[in-house]
């Protein structure tokens, strides 16, 4: 099996009068059309892998491939560039426009990209995101969990290899939370993407395929079709270590 993505031996410090190592030497792979949870204690590394893997950010040291194309190898520019076309996002405070309406928020990435939205294939997205009546308002009046399913559809328009989530369902009721890791789960299921989402919440990351723990920077264990209850008792032992 291919892997969507690979990194190797990352490091990620940072020099901020003190230096903090953010990451101490992560090697991971995750296979194409699988779901991967990113979990482990506050100040771990998860958001800094996630955003070494999705090239937002550099590493210090090691490398990042996406799509078997190495991107710590390529220059800023290419490195946009093959994010905007290979990668979806999904963040916690969703990230829209506020001046744009949601049909245009969700076809923003392929904008940016240089890509023509398919009006049918954003009218499809919008369809089973729920979102047909709201295509033409702002974010302003939709609810945290709608907000979140347009942060969806925009992740999932340009039918993205990798869709990396970070704390996705962090501000949402159990309900909205539950929907939009149903949705991540579909896209990996029936369209074969990877997900790989960064969650505290052990209820989210039983829906992904494996759980990733990570500890001061380093891998802390792995767990494959996760439950919450032993998701929650991993946890426990890393922060109890
Ligand atoms: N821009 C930065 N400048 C300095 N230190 C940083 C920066 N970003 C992250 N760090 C530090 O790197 C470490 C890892 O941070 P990171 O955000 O990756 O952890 P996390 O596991 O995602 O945390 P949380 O669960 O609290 O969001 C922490 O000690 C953090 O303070």
């Known amino acids: 099996m291919t892997d969507a993505v690979r990194v190797e031996s990352l490091y990620r410090t940072y020099d901020a009068g003190t230096p903090v ?11 194409a059309g699988t779901f991967t949870a990113v979990m ?20 210090s040291a090691g490398r990042v491939f996406l799509g078997g194309v190495e991107l710590t190898a390529t220059g800023d520019t290419a490195m946009t560039k093959f ?5 979806g996002f999904v963040f916690q405070d969703y990230n829209l426009l506020s001046a744009l309406t949601v049909e245009q928020n969700v076809v923003l990435p392929l904008r940016l990209a240089g890509r023509r939205p398919d009006r049918g294939r954003v009218r499809a997205v919008l369809g089973t995101l729920g979102l047909t009546e709201r295509a033409g308002e702002l974010p302003e009046r939709l609810s945290g969990g709608q907000r979140q399913r347009v942060a969806v559809a925009r992740a999932l328009v340009g039918e993205p290899a990798v869709i990396f989530a970070d704390e996705p369902t962090g501000a949402l009721d159990l309900r909205s939370a539950r929907e939009v890791l149903a949705l991540l789960r579909t896209a990996v299921r029936d369209f074969g993407r990877t997900v790989i989402m960064v969650t505290h919440d052990p209820m989210a990351a039983a829906y992904a395929d494996t759980v990733l723990f990570l500890a001061d920077g380093r891998l802390a264990g792995q767990l494959s079709a996760p439950t919450p209850e032993a998701v929650a008792a991993h946890l426990t032992e890393l922060v109890a270590a």
């Open 21 to 31: 190592t953010a990451l101490d030497g992560v090697s991971a792979a995750f296979a």
């Open 40 to 59: 482990g204690p506050s100040g771990s590394g998860k958001s800094t892998l996630l955003q070494c893997a999705a090239g937002l950010d550099r590493p």
């Open 83 to 87: 994010r905007r076309e290979r990668a």
